[in-house]
């Protein structure tokens, strides 16, 4: 029942993971097109008419396919807010878990995992993580598709095709600084030069661009010089926009390893700990927290007790 009237309603599930489509905010996971426009065949064939409305939330990556797939088939396609569906939804998914558990068991959905996935994708009205100044929505969102492909690609050895999707990127918004510390992440692979090349002409762009002060930071702890990363990594978290919890979690981690590495203990544990409030239940920074700090019984008692509000943290 929907307001009080009966309805039909079809919802597209991954028999694997048990992920709902339109929920698949972890990016690899998304469909591609043809297997999109797969799934949309069968169900016309099961059911014999497409349906009345498609809804999607926002932000999904995968709006442009469903999209495609609402037009094709005549039909509309209203995008709302997740939290509008999660009333349904999650009960759905605890429900297939549970029959899922009687069988072969789906790989279970950690709150760190959906935690890192909403996390990943700004609000439209969020501040850019590029921090331009702008909105996502008016900066880097035209072109979340092209980047999220081109990184794909480079992390599977392709990249021919992975600056082929910056380019077409480049090709709609021009060299931002963005873009130009995209192009050094693909180089960075194969030439050393060229990714700091690219970095200089980021911050010649945007002297505050966030994520070519992170990369330089792993520049520098890569290659052990490690008061540069410091620094590097410090200036990062000084240009990520507040919002951005996933790449402040993300470098308070990195600078926290830094400073355990130059025996800095008392600021790895500030920096750890600091980083669990952008995520609480990430488990990288958990562990690091529990291995390195509180069960470490070669630092003072004092340092090896979280702080107050991080032991409520781990506490939920």
């Known amino acids: 029942m929907v307001a009080s ?25 998304v469909p591609s097109p043809d297997e999109t426009q797969a799934l949309f065949a069968k169900a016309y064939s099961a059911k014999g008419e ?3 409305k498609l809804i999607a939330p926002k932000l999904d990556p995968a709006l442009p396919a469903f999209q495609e797939q609402a037009d094709a088939g005549g039909f509309p396609m209203e995008v709302v807010p997740v939290t509008y569906l999660e009333e349904f939804v999650r009960p759905l998914q605890a429900s297939y878990d549970s029959f899922r558990s009687q069988g072969t068991a789906a790989p279970s959905r950690t709150a760190s995992e959906e935690q890192e996935a909403r996390s990943m994708v700004p609000d439209s009205y969020d501040p850019c993580t590029c921090a331009s100044g702008k909105k996502f929505k008016f900066c880097c969102k035209p072109i979340f598709e092209h980047i999220i492909e081109a990184m794909c690609a480079a992390e599977e050895g392709r990249p021919a095709v ?16 963005e873009l130009l510390c995209r192009y050094a992440i693909v180089h960075s692979y194969d030439s050393d030069a060229k990714f700091h090349e690219y970095i200089e002409r980021a911050l010649q762009k945007n002297p505050n661009h966030p994520r070519s002060h992170y990369l330089l930071g792993l520049d520098h702890a890569e290659h052990e010089r490690l ?26 981690n990195n600078l926290a390893n830094v400073y355990y590495r130059l025996d800095r203990h008392r600021d790895a544990k500030g920096a750890w700990e600091k980083a669990l409030t952008y995520a609480p239940y990430d488990p990288v920074t958990r562990r690091n927290l529990q291995t390195c700090i509180y069960d470490n019984d070669t630092l003072p008692e004092d340092m090896r007790r979280p702080s107050p509000f991080v032991a409520r943290l781990l506490g939920d």
Do not use: M
């Open 50 to 52: 497409w349906p009345t």
């Open 5 to 29: 009237a009966p309805v039909d309603l079809y919802v597209l599930i991954d028999a694997a993971s048990s992920y709902i489509f339109g929920h698949l905010l972890v990016l690899d996971e």
């Open 162 to 177: 992975a600056l082929k999707w910056l380019d077409k990127a480049r090709s709609k918004v021009g060299d931002t600084a």
């Open 227 to 252: 008061e540069a990363a410091v620094v590097a990594y410090q200036r990062a978290i000084a240009c990520y926009p507040a919002t951005d919890k996933y790449h402040l979690n993300e470098t308070w």
